[in-house]
């Protein structure tokens, strides 16, 4: 297996906030980066080498990305598999198109954890109208409804109280292949954000422990809440799941925990994920380094944590009056800003992030909420001259 050295080139599929954040470390590391987007000045554009502006299923545009790196991987699991397996034949692609296969749609990804015999909630697929009746007896009420591809931050989904509901959500979701799962009466939600090398080594992170507002993730604790046992079990499932997929790379498992510390598989995410956006400035190796290195066949670096932390999620909601109050961020000496570069903000739209370091991981959280009430409030100019001095 080639190593690729500080020097060589990284190609990146989709140039959101994960490409970004990817393309910064990678600068830093004295790498070059290209980017594949659809859209002109998208955020990983703004610190690449160069972008190639074509949507994420044109496999020429692709196929030209991998002839000018030496391994190309995404930020998004959008990408069509075919596409990936196009390029495999040429450039080393990680993580691999089997693995996209089995991820992007949904319903493949519930069957694939329940042959491997990973715990989940009932599940049953829900392709036209005839078959809604027959999911109804399979999956217990409350319910969620989600389409099978192409949903993120809680789109594509429907809440389904009883049975008699399922078919107005299934059309509310626009009538498209779907899956209806059982609601679950969760205590917490956690993520488990590892690592998977070219050799089949795993470096796991510290549990995130996450709070989501509107299906969208809001914040993340770290370390999580959570009795050693629930750590040690939800590390096995998300190794067992890597080991599974012969993931390359960085993976989120996202889980529920219930009443008696059991924890059940929420979805897989075969990438950098939001639940681990603490690495980057908590950890000795960021989740965005680790990507790399594990993409580029280098040893994989220390993930451990160097600070209890949180962080909070950034959404186009605090530009709704005007631009945020930053100083109400750049005053507090323990935080730390991430903004993605995005032109429009848009309610819902995640625009960047805080990350709050503190001995006191309760103290972080309120600091975390103080910080986002602080940003929204008489929302309008923020200038440094509101900054205290030194
Ligand atoms: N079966 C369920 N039971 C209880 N809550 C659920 C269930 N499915 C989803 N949720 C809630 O909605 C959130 C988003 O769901 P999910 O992770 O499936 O969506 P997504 O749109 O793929 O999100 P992501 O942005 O993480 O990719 C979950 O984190 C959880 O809070
Ligand atoms: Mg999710």
Not at 165 to 191: C, D, H, N, Y
């Amino acid at each position: 297996m080639r190593v690729v050295l500080p020097g060589g080139s990284i190609g990146v599929l989709g140039g959101g906030q994960l490409g970004r954040m990817l393309a910064l470390e990678a600068k830093r590391m004295g790498y070059r980066v290209g980017v594949l987007d659809p859209v002109a000045g998208c955020p990983a554009a703004q610190v690449a080498d160069f972008h190639l502006q074509a949507p994420l299923h044109d496999s020429e545009a692709a196929l030209e990305l991998s002839t000018r790196v030496d391994v190309v991987t995404l930020e998004t699991e959008l990408v069509p598999f075919a596409v990936l397996a196009r390029l495999e034949a040429a450039t080393p692609v990680r993580p691999g198109a089997s693995v996209l296969h089995t991820i992007q749609d949904r319903l493949r990804q519930k069957e694939f954890l329940q042959a491997a015999g990973f715990p989940q909630a009932p599940f049953a697929p829900v392709h036209d109208p005839r078959c809604v009746q027959e999911a109804a007896q399979a999956v217990g009420f409350p319910a969620v409804l989600k389409s099978r591809r192409g949903g993120y931050d809680g789109k594509g989904q429907a809440f389904v109280p009883d049975p008699g509901a399922l078919e107005r959500a299934w059309q509310s979701i626009g009538g498209r292949p779907a899956v209806l799962e059982t609601l679950v009466p969760f205590k917490m939600e956690i993520a488990v954000i590892l690592a998977r090398g070219v050799q089949g080594e795993i470096r796991v992170y510290p549990l995130a422990e996450n709070v989501h507002k509107r299906r969208i993730l809001h914040t993340t604790r770290v370390p999580a809440r959570v009795p050693e046992r629930t750590r040690r079990e939800a590390e096995r499932l998300a190794c067992g799941i890597a080991e599974t997929l012969g993931h390359v790379g960085v993976m989120a498992v996202e889980m529920f925990v219930l009443d008696d510390d059991t924890v059940l598989v929420n979805e897989i995410a075969p990438r950098t994920h939001n639940s681990g956006h603490y690495t980057f400035g908590a950890c000795v190796t960021s989740q965005f380094e680790q990507h790399l290195r594990a993409i580029c066949g280098l040893p994989l670096g220390d993930p451990s944590l160097l600070s209890p932390a949180v962080m909070v999620n950034l959404l186009g909601d605090l530009w709704l009056e005007g631009t945020p109050r930053w100083e109400a961020v750049l005053s507090r000496r323990n935080a730390r800003l991430h903004l993605y570069g995005k032109a429009e903000a848009r309610v819902g739209r995640k625009m960047g992030h805080v990350l709050i370091v503190n001995t006191d991981a309760d103290r972080a959280l309120r600091e975390a909420e103080e910080i986002v009430a602080a940003l929204r409030a008489e929302a309008g100019s923020s200038s440094a001259q509101d900054l205290p001095p030194g």
